[in-house]
């Protein structure tokens, strides 16, 4: 026989050697755990707030038991079957196929295949909706907006950051609490999701009705962004490489010379000896103390890359070995990396090694003023990609692997804060940002920018990249950015790559962060695979005068524009603070009801008043834009538009569309 347990706004039930248990966790938000052979574990919550003052309700009905949160209602029914309804109607169903009466069910909705000990190998099924459309679940280069109809891998990697939460036009949000490899369908004849190796499973439907009160209460349960400076919404210098004290300070001073305001200067990679040094090489740059007081001096901002990666020739390999602080294999050499050596990764799930890590960043480089710090290969990024190989502290990389980019960024930021380099109030000029390559449930509440990693540099990459930001913007995350022309592959004598440059310049001025970076030719190759530091390879010119005087024009006349732009955004920002809405965002965001933006991923909002329509292919001088419902006015022409049409805007080299909500 069945018993459902009820405990205030709790219902627990077992069944056939399954555990469940179904509460409320937050605002019109229903959590549900469940294990196999072993009880449900309560107390790992990943990144879900804890929240005692909850309202909820459970109850026993005559079909089974029920739990209420709000307008939030999961009835459960026929030994442990959940559906979930919002305003009564039906949203979310477990999918269970039974064959035929007193046969094996063909599927359950929970299926658990054993691995070992504890450990399963996960599945949960849904019944698909024909009406849904979904949004969110990170980054990836596929350029499929709404994700209906589409399967998702679950795994970090380059250019691929998993955040598995999603909004749906049905009125719901969906978090898959769990950091395991796997993946998600949502295909037409069901919903999937899947861990390829887990303890338990663990999800959340959230309510609301509408995707800004959905992000509202996600945000609620998972943490909202904190207060940042103001210096960082100006301009962002960087290329592959800078190799040398010399050469950034030359480019920062010609900025300076052109009156150009530049808000942060970057320093990529191999500016260290050995990988996991963590310091500058003095080679290169000789006296990094006066390297950062002149740049401060100009009111410019260094940002320093720092890898988790450990070459077994660093000075802190043997140290962080011999404390258990590395990334291990399960077989076979610990080697997940090579890049000028065989190297693995410093282990952020550890807090002793995240100390070492610290250590080396305050005494190298909070030593001379330098509190801001790109923290790159965040995935972290292995050859294979062999997650059953990974062994981490808080178990194997197949279990764990996903929730290493937030750990690593929050091991950095928790120090910084600690040791109060960082004040919170933007002023102080220690006060920092960190950039960060990946992301999973919760970044948002990091003082973090996400940037969507080494992309190509063509038209095509372009679009995908604003696909990528939307869904990362349905997931709550605020602070996102891309290489301004993509990573690699960028001629800045090829015609139609500075027309690329141009655009999405353009594009960056109305991204949240504004940032120059990638790797151009001519491509510099210098010495051989045993050279560290100055001489390993380095990307050509990519500041804004390098891409012909038509491009640097523009280029200025954008800077201007986002400078004029600054105190909207921080306007913005100030309402993500409070609310979890994201200054940038699909249309659907805004007009869930509207069917013609379901689909619509080449335009985008830019807070409450902005509309913007980047252009997307080259040559294209004429751009059809939707404007849904309200009044909106060209910035170009000036003409005010009724909305719910399609218009066709002048798009010239030096303009891309844009247009701002116009009240009569």
Known sequence: MMEYKIEDNRIRWAFKGEEVLAEVCGTESIRVRASFGNPVDEKRNHNLKKNEDLEGKACLTKEGAMLCAGNLRAEIYDEGRVTFYYRDKKI????????????????????????????????????????????????????????????????????????????????????????????????????????????????????????????????????????????????????????????????????????????????????????????????????????????????????????????????????????????????????????????????????EAADVLWEKLRDNYVEYGISSFWLDEAEPEIYPYDYENMRLRIGNGLEESNYYPYAYSDGVEERLRKDNIWSGDGDRQTDGINLVRSGWI??????????????PSTFESFKNQLVAGLHMSMCGIPLWTTDIGGFYGGDPEEKEFRELMIRWFQFGTFCPIMRMHGYRKPYVEKGNMDDMSGECSSGGPNEIWSFGEEAYKIMLNYIQIRDKMIPYIKEQLTITRRTGTPIMRPLVYDYPGDANVYDLADEYLFGDKILVAPVMKYGLRIRKVYLPEGHWMSDYTGKVYEGKCIVEEQAPLDYMPVFEKWYK
């Open 442 to 455: 919760g970044s948002q509440k990091l003082r973090a920018v996400i940037w969507s990693g080494d992309v």
């Open 92 to 351: 979310l169903k477990e999918m269970w196929i039974d064959e035929k009466n007193g046969m094996p069910p063909f599927q359950r909705a929970r299926e658990y295949k054993g691995i070992s000990g504890e450990r399963f190998h996960l599945q949960i099924f849904f019944e698909p909706s024909e009406e849904e459309h979904i949004y969110g679940m990170g980054q990836e280069n596929t350029g499929c907006f709404d994700l209906k109809g589409c399967t998702v891998d679950l795994c970090q990697k380059n250019t691929k950051c998993t955040i598995p939460f999603y909004i749906s036009t049905l009125g719901y949000g969906f978090v898959w609490n769990n950091p395991a490899v796997g993946r998600a369908e949502f295909v037409k004849n069901r919903t999937l999701w899947e861990a390829r190796m887990s303890r338990q499973l663990d999800y959340v439907v959230i309510g609301g009705g509408e995707p800004r009160r959905i992000m509202e209460y996600y945000t609620e349960l998972t943490g909202r962004m904190p207060e940042v400076p103001d210096w960082i919404f100006g301009l962002w210098q960087s290329r592959l490489r800078y190799r040398t004290q010399k050469e950034l300070l030359e480019v920062a001073r010609e900025y300076r010379r052109r009156q150009i305001p530049l808000s942060v200067i970057v320093l990529d990679y191999f500016h260290w000896p050995y990988q996991g040094d963590w310091r500058f090489d003095e080679e290169y740059f000789p006296d990094p103390g006066a390297m950062a007081e002149e740049l401060d001096e100009a009111g410019v901002r260094l940002m320093v890359s720092v890898w988790p990666t450990v070459d077994r020739r660093s000075e802190n390999y043997r140290n962080l070995e011999e404390l258990g602080g590395l990334i291990t294999s399960e077989r076979g050499p610990d080697v997940l990396f090579m890049c000028r050596g065989a190297e693995t990764y410093v282990d952020m799930t550890n807090p």
